[in-house]
């Protein structure tokens, strides 16, 4: 993942935040509904309900928003039902790109994202057409300053990671997605401060773009981020420096 590690992609995240408060919250909320609806309201026994509980602490959002989320996707309170749907294209330089989206209204988002790609010098694909190129894995940030690069893979591995990245950033520690929780529990428990922790799609292979393609590249990229219900945006390009 040379030049492509997860830190640019979230860092970039993280910086719109501000920016975009109401509009984090609203797919934090969504995360969370879905997480809940599929494996209960109690974080305690629901992995995925506390990882996602957790981005909307980072996010800052107020702890009563957190709990409606939660008594919605438990049938406690009303509310919208989402659908988690996936959609795969290519973009500017033959980038492959993933877009995870939670909709309330898939024959409304479907030619939404459709024509973002259009007009971004993209093309949507049919599902499975770039999808083979990522691998679904459990990824952790860590900051360089917090543990030297050995100490970072001995912890690792022994949480039950499959592999650590070092690099300037800081370390870049994979593992299966089910054993997520469990990997960043492991460490926060060794004394580790965990920056990030996601599934994300990592690509197996990736495609290097120059200055100018980049920025195109990035366009579409922010494009599809500003869509209320695009949660995260993968691809597979190689920045330049």
Not at 49 to 70: G, Q, S
Not at 94 to 121: H, Q
Not at 167 to 191: F, R, Y
């Amino acid at each position: 993942m040379a030049g492509h590690s997860a830190w640019k992609n979230i860092k970039h995240r993280k910086a719109a935040v501000d920016a975009k408060r109401g509009k984090i919250w609203s797919k934090c909320s969504r995360a969370i509904i879905v997480a809940a609806k599929n494996g209960g309201g109690d974080v305690k026994f629901n992995a995925s309900l506390r990882l996602a509980v957790e981005d909307a602490k980072a996010a800052n959002m107020p702890r009563d928003t957190i709990e409606k989320a939660i008594k919605k996707g438990s049938g406690d309170l009303e509310g919208e039902s989402y659908e988690a749907v996936r959609y795969e294209g290519y973009g500017p330089a033959g980038v492959a790109f993933v877009a995870e989206c939670l909709t309330s209204n898939v024959n409304r988002t479907a030619p939404e994202i459709r024509t973002i790609f259009d007009k971004n010098g993209g093309k949507l694909g049919v599902p499975g057409s770039v999808l083979h190129g990522f691998a679904l894995k459990g990824v952790i940030l860590v900051g360089g300053e917090a543990v030297s690069e050995d100490r970072m893979l001995e912890l690792a591995l022994e949480a039950g990671a499959e592999d650590v990245a070092s690099s300037a950033d800081g370390h870049q520690v994979t593992c299966v997605p089910t054993q997520l929780a469990q990997v960043k529990e492991a460490l926060e428990a060794a004394g580790v401060r965990v920056e990030n922790a996601e599934l994300s799609y990592v690509p197996l292979m990736t495609t290097a773009v120059d200055a100018a393609a980049a920025a195109s590249v990035q366009k579409l990229i922010d494009a599809l981020e500003e869509h209320d219900d695009v949660q995260k945006v993968h691809t597979n390009a190689e920045f330049p420096e």
